[in-house]
């Protein structure tokens, strides 16, 4: 994949990014972007990290643009949420969820006696 900066943009594919990267920018000012061409499938993707618990919260905020972009006027946009590498390492190290209590199949599985 190459980067933003290698990448040569038509107007309209650098406008309809501008405008997404504005959408996710009013609902979380702290979202940082990179654009890369990507293959698979191939056309031009944005990466947004935002630090928020679920990033397909993201997606709710440019579903209808990126419909409008993808659909009405064709272009191989893809927008890619992602949680900031300081989120990812603090929710790995800190203590995980107790585990489900087993269930004893056996006993569960058994005749019911009178």
């Known amino acids: 994949m190459s980067t933003e900066q290698s990448l040569v943009l038509d107007e309209p594919t650098h406008n309809a990014l501008e405008e997404l990267k504005g959408l996710i920018s009013q609902r979380y000012p702290g979202a940082t972007f990179e654009v890369v061409r990507g293959e698979d499938p191939e056309g031009i993707y944005l990466r947004a990290t935002v630090d928020v618990e679920d990033v397909e919260e993201v997606l709710d905020v440019v579903l209808d643009q990126l419909f409008t972009v993808q659909v009405e006027q064709g272009l191989p946009i ?17 203590p995980r969820r107790p585990a489900r209590p087993r269930i004893d199949w ?8 009178p």
């Open 106 to 113: 056996g006993a569960i599985n058994s005749p019911v006696r």
């Open 78 to 94: 893809y927008v890619i949420p992602l949680e900031p590498l300081e989120r990812v390492l603090r929710e790995s190290r800190s």
